[in-house]
């Protein structure tokens, strides 16, 4: 359907970024109106324009996007003015595969992708039930096509042309189980799923929910340069969980706007290898030693929480879907050409001495561009006592990631 000189564009409550009716009551209405002397082709019920007015305080992932949808609206409206052969659309346009699509994360984690518009394919796989998933998906008005895989024999399919494959693929934790717990039976699926990564999509930016993260992510990696294609830019255990509960806390126990809070959390993403650096807290809190204290456990403890909040029922899903999609949608503002995109991740790194660490890292077309080492200076004691009693548990944990995969060949 052509749009004449009129038509406006408003990505909000289509693509349910922060609209009014969105899942995220915290956040204010987003919206993006644009206006075009040209005609072209719409999608979705939406229209592409001209001038860009945008009004936020906060949206789905925070300033940051809000920002970045603004200058971009910009720079393609700046560009139509100079009178450049430029037509402006919403760049719908990378390929997103969840694995683990019907499980308790896959699932409202497939939903928050599918809002972005970004996403111009969203791949469903899993061993089961996935196309159910898929069909309900299909149905929502946001430009990606959804299309589901089921079983090894659709794998493969799922993931050719991918541009971030999403593994949260796994056996959640239950009551009394910890991370360390599940590595058995998720190590394995790790390994076999990002085999088929390699395979099919080795450039794909691939984010590791699976726990234990401070293994499987380290499983991952064995995988990928045993197939010859491991790019340590480009592999990153999901940690923003840590980020979003500490940002959470903080907002909660001091009272300040929790869209202004900014968090940085470091090592890993198990127990006490959750390290928030809250003197590195934004904007600049005080915290007594016994707040401190209290914020630290509870960010470290969060996910236990949780589990027996649920009293046998599930784990932390609906959160960590909420984190992935965030990570997901900065990946994805990387790949698009935004040059201010910082994340906290667990990625191969040689800030405190160990091969991998969590950190927050600039993200950029080729995955990390850079990891942020001026988090770890100035801590303060307890931050730094805190920081040393974390590194042999984390060393632990990825030297058994990588001995697994010493212990079994790597399909060819």
Do not use: W
């Not at 390929?95 to 896959?106: E, F, H, M, P, S």
């Not at 990696?221 to 806390?249: C, S, W």
């Not at 307890?382 to 042999?392: I, N, R």
């Amino acid at each position: 359907m052509a749009a004449s000189s009129a038509a406006s564009m408003s990505i909000g409550s289509t693509i349910s970024f922060g609209s009014k009716t969105g899942p995220f009551p915290q956040s204010k209405p987003f919206g993006v109106k644009i206006s075009s002397q040209n005609s072209f082709t719409s999608f979705s019920g939406l229209k592409a324009a001209k001038s860009v007015s945008c009004e936020a305080d906060s949206s789905f992932l925070g300033k940051e996007t809000t920002s970045a949808l603004r200058q971009s609206f910009a720079l393609k409206a700046q560009k139509q003015n100079q009178n450049f052969q430029y037509q402006l659309q919403p760049q719908a346009s990378y390929k997103v595969t969840v694995l683990g699509a019907a499980g308790g994360i896959g699932q409202p984690l497939a939903l928050l992708v599918k809002m972005s518009p970004l996403v111009s394919a969203l791949h469903l796989y899993d061993i089961a039930n996935v196309k159910g998933v898929a069909a309900d998906l299909s149905h929502c008005n946001t430009p990606s096509q959804v299309l589901d895989f089921t079983g090894a024999s659709e794998l493969a399919d799922s993931l050719k042309g991918a541009n971030v494959v999403v593994i949260p693929a796994g056996v959640p934790r239950k009551p009394g189980m910890t991370r360390d717990d599940l590595f058995n039976i998720n190590a394995n699926i790790v390994k076999t799923l990002v085999e088929a990564v390699a395979d099919n999509c080795p450039d794909a930016f691939i984010h590791i929910i699976s726990n234990p993260v401070n293994s499987t992510v380290p499983i991952a990696a064995e995988v990928l340069k045993q197939k010859g294609v491991y790019n340590p830019k480009k592999l990153f255990g999901v940690t923003t969980l840590d980020v979003v509960r500490a940002n959470t806390f903080v907002a909660q126990k001091k009272n300040v706007k929790l869209i202004d809070v900014d968090v940085p959390v470091v090592g890993g993403h198990a127990g006490i290898t959750i390290l928030p650096l809250l003197s590195k807290t934004k904007p600049s809190v005080s915290f007594t030693d016994e707040e401190v204290e209290q914020l630290t456990v509870r960010i470290q403890n969060a996910g236990t929480e949780v589990v027996e909040a649920k009293a046998g029922a599930g784990s932390a899903t609906l959160s960590m879907a909420y984190a992935a999609a965030r990570f997901v949608e900065s990946s994805l503002r990387a790949l698009d050409g935004d040059g201010d995109v910082y994340e906290c991740a667990f990625v191969q790194s040689d800030l405190p001495d160990l091969p991998f660490f969590a950190s927050r890292v600039k993200l950029g077309k080729q995955g990390v561009e850079a990891l942020i080492s001026s988090d770890l200076q100035g801590l303060t004691e307890y931050e730094q006592k805190a920081l040393e009693a974390l590194k042999p548990e984390l060393k632990a944990s990825i030297e058994k990631g990588i001995s697994f995969i010493h212990k079994q060949p790597v399909a060819a």
